[in-house]
């Protein structure tokens, strides 16, 4: 099974590229964030015609979404909701062999790294600490679970491209990292893409708008990340970041996240 995660930044602006993706990289599941439309728009005839029939979509009007689209076949689903806001950030489906899903945008906090002075920082701190205390209570360590998406934070030294420039910015500050390595600890994932890139390794999913000659100077941050629990940690046979979509005509500044199992 081929998993794939990505922040498209829009689907229907975008849907050309990520249907050019899925012809080339074929992915049994492809799970997206930032899809920004709301459901009854969402371009489901679009991806049935390309062989995915199967979708789970929870979005709203220009912000935010996640969906699930897949070819194979989906059954349990759940919208859940955090921080007292249905905003459209984590939704779950479980594959016909019992594989829970969970297709998640962490809010990105703003740019300001206090709560006290930024109410989406301290939503962000909130909703962390929520998913963190969720999962020991209502799943087990156990469970064949699947953790993806636009996660937002940066958490190792090599994730960013200077670890030192970035420490006081939003998605690698030391407080957002404690807090992601605690969800994390949790109930024991395990990062699937660095179970094959060393952390000691350079990896980016995420190259700013601002930058224009973002290739050059790669200055990059790995946003976009797949876990695994334990019972699947054992099945990962290879991970692959589609940095090339990132030069596509009209491109997201996420790229697509790929583990197989």
Not at 10 to 18: A, E, K
Not at 96 to 116: K, M, R, S, V
Not at 133 to 142: C, G, I, K, V, Y
Request: with cysteine; net charge negative.
């Amino acid at each position: 099974m081929r998993i794939a995660t990505w922040n498209i930044n829009s689907v229907r602006l975008r849907l050309p590229s990520v249907l050019e993706f899925l012809d080339k990289y074929q992915p049994d599941v492809l799970c997206l964030q930032e899809t920004k439309t709301q459901d009854q728009f969402f371009p489901n005839e679009a991806f049935a015609a390309h062989g995915y029939a199967h979708m789970h979509i929870a979005g709203m009007k220009s912000y935010n979404g996640v969906a699930i689209i897949s070819r194979i076949p989906l059954g349990a689903r759940e919208v859940r909701h955090w921080c007292q806001k249905e905003d459209c950030r984590h939704i779950v489906a479980t594959t016909e062999d019992g594989i829970e899903i969970h297709c998640l945008y962490i809010p990105a906090g703003g740019d300001i790294p206090d709560p006290a002075v930024n109410d989406k920082f301290a939503h962000k701190l909130q909703f962390l600490d929520e998913l963190t205390a969720w999962w020991p209570a209502e799943r087990s360590s156990a469970r064949p679970m699947i953790l993806v998406g636009d996660l937002n934070i940066a958490p190792l030294e090599h994730d960013v491209w200077s670890h030192k420039a970035l420490l006081k910015i939003v998605s690698h500050t030391p407080i957002e990292v404690e807090k992601l390595t605690a969800m994390q600890n949790s109930i024991g994932w395990v990062d699937a893409v660095r179970h094959f890139v060393p952390a000691d390794q350079k990896l980016y999913t995420w190259w700013s708008y601002r930058n224009l000659d973002w290739k050059i100077s790669d200055r990059g941050r790995r946003l976009d990340h797949i876990w695994v629990t334990p019972p699947l940690a054992d099945r990962l046979i290879g991970a692959q970041v589609a940095k090339e979509t990132r030069e596509w005509l009209q491109p997201s500044d996420h790229v697509p996240v790929m583990v197989d199992l």
